[in-house]
């Protein structure tokens, strides 16, 4: 430190008690402990007004809230890491929310939703009679659901919450993609998941009103396809933006 910048009669203490937040990291410990040392010296040696002696001490504060983050995982969940920015806690869990989130700091939906849950729900969707026998599996639902677990699918509230919001979702793909009906084994909802596009579809969905924003490719067909069927070109456009994935011909004719 320059001369002029005397340290504190209490500088052990000083370096001791701020070093007790382990999860500091080195660069902005010592960035705080000169911010510390400079605002002392000033203010013992009387350089400045009891205004401005105020003002650095909050912006010390202020510094020491921010650096303050923990990176280490909890001993409960190893995949959990927790970092503080200005008293909000966001956290990441591994490859299943691995963007920083105040929602993955909850369960994620392996947590609570696994494979064999799966398999109970949709049962019947691998059998003779359904029409995307081996398309549909959890490993896929769960890798889809990741990208959108740091902005809150299935990580919203509480374990009850959660598993309502999952719940819900695929009950609503299992109606969409049904194959059973009244009287067959297990009733309709055992027969989810048995679609992946519309079968017979009776037009190709293409509203020229729509010719600027989203036009349509020509020999290509926007008839329902997916576990919640999208339709028409409109559709197709705004859930390619949303997904940035560029709907193609090749895939709009399959």
């Not at 504190?8 to 008690?17: A, F, G, L, M, N």
């Not at 937040?21 to 040696?45: C, D, G, M, V, W």
């Not at 990580?155 to 009244?182: D, P, R, W």
Request: net charge positive; proline share 5%.
């Amino acid at each position: 430190f320059p001369p002029t910048l005397s340290p504190p009669s209490d500088q052990s203490s000083t370096v001791q008690s701020i070093t007790t937040y382990k999860h500091i990291q080195p660069l902005a410990l010592n960035t705080l402990l000169l911010a510390f040392r400079f605002i002392h010296s000033l203010i013992s040696e009387e350089k400045m007004k009891k205004q401005n002696a105020v003002v650095l001490l909050l912006a010390f504060v202020i510094l020491l809230t921010d650096a303050i983050t923990t990176v280490n995982g909890d001993d409960r969940n190893p995949k959990l890491q927790v970092k503080y920015k200005r008293g909000k806690k966001y956290c990441t869990q591994g490859w299943e929310c691995n963007n920083w989130s105040i929602y993955c700091c909850n369960l994620t939906i392996s947590d609570y939703f696994q494979t064999y849950h799966f398999e109970n729900l949709f049962s019947k969707r691998n059998t003779p009679v359904a029409h995307a026998v081996g398309f549909w599996d959890y490993h896929s639902f769960i890798n889809a659901a990741a990208l959108f677990e740091p902005q809150g699918f299935g990580t919203t509230g509480n374990k009850t919450m959660q598993m309502m919001e999952i719940a819900a979702f695929l009950g609503h793909v299992g109606s969409k993609t049904s194959c059973g009906y009244g009287v067959a084994t297990g009733g309709p909802t055992a027969w989810g998941l048995c679609y992946n596009h519309e079968m017979s579809p009776s037009q190709t969905y293409c509203d020229d009103y729509y010719k600027l924003t989203y036009p349509c490719t020509p020999g290509a067909e926007y008839y329902g396809r997916g576990a919640i069927p999208i339709y028409w070109n409109y559709n197709y456009g705004a859930a390619g933006e949303a997904l940035k994935v560029f709907v193609d011909k090749v895939m709009l004719t399959r």
